[in-house]
């Protein structure tokens, strides 16, 4: 414990700023080579000396401090030193969206996961005009996301799924909260039925076709909601919702 | 009567979906000439012809028919009709915020507008890299996302204020909230002060200075509240704040 308080001392009491995401095993002593978009952070944007700390997780082992030990270009090895912190989770809450442009898509993921869903799933409806998605540009922005936002896991992305066969193998145990302009959606404090776990789930701009509707609100785990009386764009409505979802059911209430 | 019941069925009992906001009076009969933003997104958009129907509003005299009169080059002239909906107002909420780039600034004004804010105050922190704002552009968001959302009022755009200024001339019976992430804030459902009104303060990305935080604290009506355990950046949390505000304290519960 001395080595681990006398480099926080070293650094003011304060832990580094700078979080990195690893998906790999973590041990006291590993050394690891940083590179790509993490590389290029490190070295251009936060311009990182021999002898800083930067804290690493993995989405299991908590988080730890670990040493630049080589500076190269646009890439700097660290060496695992110590565990600073207990792994702490984020609330097991799934984000289903539909896509409409790249642009919208990265904010999408970057806001989900800065507000913390532990599962993000692009469904494709009748409104969507998109036939793919990058995954991996996906991927990309929920780490950086989730390196900046503090969170110590990574969400799940999925592949772009059917909206119809997400809702066909629906787990029977996650309530679906959908937003819904309909007379008898509810506002989210309202929400009466109780399942384990949730999802909130998100419609095109121009919202779901009517027949989407009904097949969306025939289904026994939807929950209709309302945001209130005046129309929301769809990103609008994304961080709305999921915000709301924190406060009543997540993790902001304490 | 008769002739609006005629118009509307001739419409499939469907409201127009094109919003235009004027800044004028409006009666029974009088032609405006619709140009620039408006009148390109009518002829070069929208692409309306002769005869059909738009919704016009001003603030104060609820939502009017407006028949489409002529049609020009980026413009159109416009020939009001009936009444079809008595003015409702949003939420008397202020926005506070400390703009840093000028597509946050858009954004921020659009989507404050969207989830129902009265009035829109940019303000100037220690950490505000901005000196000025184009005020006629953030009207030019509001009036848009006015249009869009369904609202029947546009917020009220300040010019670029001291933040030590707008507390020094603080009105007695409005309560601040602003988000912090010192120990003692509180979720926004257990705010227990009761102010006639409120308003929210988004703070610049990377926060308030020390000083700052001090300050605001001090302020008798300021009340502290925390949006959970992960850090958000400005845009999300302006989101989250005055969606979770539109819940508790605003027009989304019904």
């Not at 681990?4 to 050394?31: A, C, F, H, W």
């Not at 978009?37 to 690493?56: A, E, P, S, T």
């Not at 309530?175 to 109780?194: R, T, Y």
């Amino acid at each position: 414990m001395n080595i681990v308080i006398t480099k926080i001392e070293k650094m003011s009491n304060k832990k580094p700023k700078i979080r990195l995401y690893l998906d790999d095993q973590i041990n006291s002593g590993t050394v690891f080579l940083i590179e790509g978009n993490q590389g290029h952070y490190l070295v251009n944007v936060m311009r990182v000396k021999l002898g800083d700390y930067v804290i690493i997780f993995n989405g299991f082992d908590g988080e730890w401090l670990a040493e630049i030990t080589k500076v190269g270009k646009g890439k700097a090895k660290i060496t695992l030193r110590e565990k600073v912190s207990e792994q702490k989770s984020d609330p097991d809450l799934w984000y289903l969206f539909a896509p409409i442009k790249k642009a919208r898509i990265d904010y999408m993921v970057q806001k989900a996961t800065e507000i913390g869903v532990s599962r993000i799933i692009p469904v494709l409806t009748e409104r969507t005009n998109l036939d793919k998605i990058k995954f991996d540009k996906l991927l990309v922005n929920a780490i950086e996301a989730a390196e900046q936002s503090g969170r110590m896991t990574v969400p799940q992305i999925d592949d772009l799924l059917q909206l119809d066969k997400v809702l066909k193998d629906w787990p029977e145990n996650r309530g679906l909260i959908f937003c819904d302009e309909a007379g008898d959606a509810i506002p989210m404090q309202e929400i009466k039925k109780s399942f384990d776990k949730w999802a909130v789930l998100i419609g095109p701009e121009g919202g779901f076709s009517p027949q989407e509707r009904e097949f969306i609100r025939a289904h026994q785990n939807t929950v209709a909601i309302t945001l209130g009386p005046r129309i929301l764009r769809a990103d609008t409505a994304a961080v709305a919702a999921l915000s709301l979802w924190q406060s009543f059911l997540g993790d902001w209430a304490q």
